[in-house]
């Protein structure tokens, strides 16, 4: 890891200020009525996008791929909170919680993508999640009983054992 430069320094120092204050600013703006939400909607909405934006800022600035990785966690929170407050259906983080299930894959997408489609090693961390968020998503948005899917999950985990027990077992040329 290189150490920052003066300017990624200043730019960091920037972004970070330009942050606090559009925090600030949303936060006042709520609490005077201005913008229609509660104090803990406003909290929900505003500092996911704020803080998501402003790390994603910072990792592009620093080229700091964890910095791009957390602010999609932050910008999945933001993204299933948007559809319960602004969504034109009945969904309520009851149904959403998934995308929290899917955060980690979604920013080790998104840092794949950075960090020149490498997309290989991310794989390990996108499909798990993406399963979980698939099992969790039966329950969720098609009622499936939530026994069933724990089953799921745990004959997914069963299913990876065994293709791990397989890829690190197989049998060399020169084994016998």
């Known amino acids: 890891?290189?150490?920052?430069?003066?300017?990624q320094i200043i730019i960091s120092q920037?972004?970070?200020a330009i942050a606090a204050f559009l925090l600030g600013l949303m936060f006042l703006l709520s609490a005077?009525?201005?913008i229609p939400f509660g104090f803990l909607d406003a909290v929900l909405i505003f500092i996911p996008i704020v803080g998501g934006t402003a790390l994603f800022m910072l990792g592009f600035v620093q080229d700091n791929t964890l910095l791009i990785w957390i602010s999609a966690i932050f910008l999945s929170a933001f993204i299933a909170h948007f559809i319960h407050i602004f969504g034109r259906c009945d969904l309520t983080i009851t149904n959403l919680y998934p995308i929290?299930?899917?955060?980690?894959a979604i920013a080790s997408l998104l840092v794949?993508?950075?960090d020149s489609f490498k997309l290989k090693q991310h794989l390990k961390i996108i499909f798990p999640f993406l399963a979980l968020a698939i099992s969790f998503s039966l329950n969720s948005f098609w009622g499936i009983h939530f026994?069933?899917?724990?089953?799921c999950i745990f004959l997914f985990i069963a299913l990876c054992f065994v293709l791990f027990i397989i890829k690190t077992h197989k049998a060399k040329p020169n084994d016998k």
């Open 1 to 7: 890891m290189s150490l920052l430069t003066k300017k």
């Open 14 to 16: 920037i972004v970070v």
């Open 32 to 34: 005077l009525g201005v």
């Open 100 to 104: 929290y299930i899917l955060s980690p």
């Open 112 to 114: 794949g993508v950075y």
């Open 147 to 151: 026994g069933i899917v724990i089953a």
